[in-house]
């Protein structure tokens, strides 16, 4: 077997099913709704003369049109080929091959994990309070035993947000150290982004995607904003990787979805409300289920186990997701979809839960 002593060490991500028949998708954390006119028709009238040329290494204009939605300059910004490969780029950055370990929480995006074997950098896995909130406190006393530090805001799986004053006590027992804010869900959650805190954080890396509140996944395309020392040894990792990761079409309709901010707004709203009643139909079959500051929520039944209840969904064409892992096994993350979707779901829990 031809294998290096890197890729055979490694135990790669396991993304969420994308299944083939007609199903209810409630695990992949998807917008159930489509994008904004603006991508239709920047599609229809991109030139696919365009396609001989290779795409623009930097993607100026869309970072440009990113930097004044962020209102930061364009050279905090830097995008990727989607939000994983951003972090991934991040983890060459500024964790790869360092002797301490990069701090976690024990339960939260599990690709943080696969990135730091992938690079060589160890973690060390700070437990979620009980309540499954993230242990601010004892992440930031070992701020000086760790290389830096990653978290979700809102967290993944578990959909609760922490505040942003917390969440810059933290950045500051970081000095030095680079911080990733993953804010995947934060459009969703009433604490908003960290993204205007990068002028007083130079450590601070925000990092962003396109892939649910702006209904882009299949286009692939995130982002991260930062001090430009942050931004500019992300350039020089890309560029020890692939020149061009965002490809001219993705490049296009990114920009034209981020200036569609009327219909962003609503498309928010919308799932918003369904996460409302969503919860409030899971705790009347008595669910816990904590308040929810993205668009997916966190579902444990008292009586029937989460392995159970996924199966059973899975016979009624309904799919979310459930990760085997300590303290969360029993647990549903259920996308908020459409108000059809979650009656349907509703309606199928209803009937296995008899
Ligand atoms: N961060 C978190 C917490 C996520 O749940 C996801 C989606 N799996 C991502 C980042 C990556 O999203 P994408 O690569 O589609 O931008």
Request: with cysteine; charged share 25%.
């Amino acid at each position: 077997m031809i294998i290096s002593r890197l890729a055979g060490g490694l135990v790669p991500y396991t993304a969420g099913e994308q299944p083939r028949e007609k199903t209810v998708k409630l695990n992949t954390n998807e917008n159930p709704y489509p994008p904004p006119a603006a991508v239709y028709r920047a599609l229809k009238e991109f030139d696919a003369a365009r396609y001989r040329l290779y795409p623009d290494p930097t993607a100026h204009s869309l970072r440009r049109a990113i930097a004044e939605y962020e209102g930061v300059g364009e050279e905090n910004v830097f995008v990727g080929n989607g939000s994983d490969e951003v972090l991934s780029l991040s983890y060459a950055a500024f964790f790869g091959g360092e002797d301490k370990p990069v701090l976690q929480a024990d339960v939260t995006y599990s690709f943080y994990e696969v990135f730091g074997s992938l690079y060589g950098a160890g973690f060390r896995k700070v437990p979620l309070l009980p309540d499954f909130r993230l242990d601010i406190k004892g992440m930031a006393a070992l701020g000086g035993e760790s290389c830096g530090c990653v978290f979700a805001n809102p967290n993944a799986p578990t959909s609760i947000a922490e505040e942003r004053e917390d969440l810059l006590e933290l950045v500051r027992a970081f000095e030095g150290k680079a911080v990733i804010a993953d804010e995947a869900y934060a459009d969703f959650s009433h604490v908003g982004t960290l993204a205007g805190d990068i002028r007083d954080y130079p450590n601070l890396l925000v990092v962003k995607t396109f892939s649910k509140s702006r209904s882009l996944a299949g286009a692939r395309c995130g982002y991260a904003v930062g001090d430009k020392a942050l931004i500019d040894v992300l350039r020089t990792v890309k560029n020890c990787f692939n020149s061009y990761p965002v490809n001219a079409v993705t490049a296009a309709v990114a920009e034209a979805a981020l200036r569609d901010t009327a219909y962003f707004r609503d498309c928010v709203s919308r799932i918003l409300r369904t996460r409302d009643s969503l919860i409030a139909a899971l705790r009347a079959l008595r669910f816990d289920v904590p308040d929810s500051d993205a668009n997916f929520v966190f579902a444990e039944h008292p009586d029937v186990g989460g392995e159970e209840l996924q199966r059973a969904l899975r016979a009624r064409g309904i799919v979310v997701r459930r990760f085997d892992r300590p303290r969360i096994a029993d647990r549903l993350r259920i996308t908020v979809g459409t108000d059809e979707d979650i009656e349907a779901l509703t309606g199928a829990l209803k009937s296995i839960l008899g």
